[in-house]
């Protein structure tokens, strides 16, 4: 019995230590459209975001992914997002959580929505908009 509890014990642990998340795992390029027809940063029916660093790239603008908070139990991470793009400033805050390595679900003003990583990666750097 005590051998069987220190099992579960040690298998909660783990579970707690695999669920645990940094902000650099949402790093890439990702999608609502077609994964294999990824475009960055223009208006297109398969248009992309990416994130990087810490800051999220989308159609003429950039948020800055700021002082993440884990969701316990979750795997994911609580931002609060510092944008800009078209002359123009705005906050909010997002959640970001991780379903597999190739979805994103981001959550964000009363809005969910499930992303797929890129799989024709563009280069760093590539179309960046400016804030």
């Avoid at 040690?10 to 790093?27: C, E, H, K, R, Y």
């Avoid at 981001?106 to 400016?130: I, K, M």
Wanted: hydrophobic share 40%; aromatic share 6%; glycine share 12%.
């Amino acid at each position: 019995m005590i051998a069987r509890a220190g099992l579960a014990m040690a298998l909660m642990s783990g579970a707690a230590i695999a669920q645990t998340v940094q902000p650099s795992d949402f790093n890439g390029d990702w999608t609502a459209g077609d994964p294999s027809a990824c475009v960055l940063f223009r208006d297109s029916e398969n248009f992309a975001m990416r994130i990087e660093n810490g800051v999220m790239q989308g159609l003429e603008s950039s948020c800055d992914m700021r002082d993440p908070v884990p969701v316990r139990g979750m795997g994911a991470l609580l931002f609060d997002m510092s944008c800009g793009g078209e002359g123009e400033t705005w906050t909010y805050r997002a959640l970001f959580m991780q379903d597999g390595p190739d979805h994103l679900i981001l959550v964000q003003d009363g809005l969910a929505q499930t992303l797929s990583r890129c799989l024709n990666t563009q280069p760093s750097g590539a179309g960046t908009p400016s804030k």
